[in-house]
């Protein structure tokens, strides 16, 4: 009888074990980059329980990680960047990684738009002389392509705000 109990009690720790403490959501997995080839693995296996938009997060997260590993001096180069990548990555949920992505896409975009405004701000002091007419036609496609370029910029830095608001909202226990 006792040995009875003593399997059952195990049984149900396992169960508790592979059932409970289990990620929920993909986006909870943790990652497993401490080499190119556990990382691959791991891509290989993980990125498939993503849905496409998940997929294409994580793809881009990954590659804003890269900008910013080259842009801070960390490291140059394809094989240094991917290096400094997984260590950066390594043992972190899928979810958080999508998460400093976008922040560092945010970061980055909000940088742009505001030195796009002061170029703007910089340019509607140009003048053209009176009468030259071409000078005043190409200053003028300028001005638009400039304030297309910031419009553009705003509605990416709204989309990855959306995005990032989407991702922090807590995770539901199935």
Do not use: H
């Amino acid at each position: 009888m006792k040995k009875e109990n003593f399997f059952k009690a195990v049984s149900l720790v396992a169960l508790f074990v592979v059932f409970g403490c289990a990620p929920q959501s993909p986006l909870e997995q943790k990652i497993q980059a401490r080499t190119a080839v556990s990382f691959e693995m791991w891509k290989r296996e993980a990125l498939t329980k993503l849905e496409a938009p998940e997929r294409k997060a994580f793809d881009d997260a990954v590659q804003e990680l890269r900008f910013r590993i080259t842009a801070k001096g960390i490291a140059s180069g394809s094989d240094p960047v991917d290096e400094a990548l997984r260590v950066e990555i390594d043992g972190k949920k899928t979810r958080d990684v999508i998460l400093d992505g976008l922040e560092t896409k945010l970061t980055r975009l909000s940088y742009d738009r505001d030195e796009m405004n002061r170029i703007i701000s910089s340019n509607s002091r140009l003048k053209t002389k009176p009468g030259d007419d071409d000078s005043a036609a190409v200053l003028s496609d300028s001005r638009d392509r400039q304030k297309k370029a910031r419009d553009n910029l705003e509605a990416e830095i709204a989309t990855v705000k959306a995005q990032l608001a989407r991702l922090r909202q807590p995770v539901e226990k199935a």
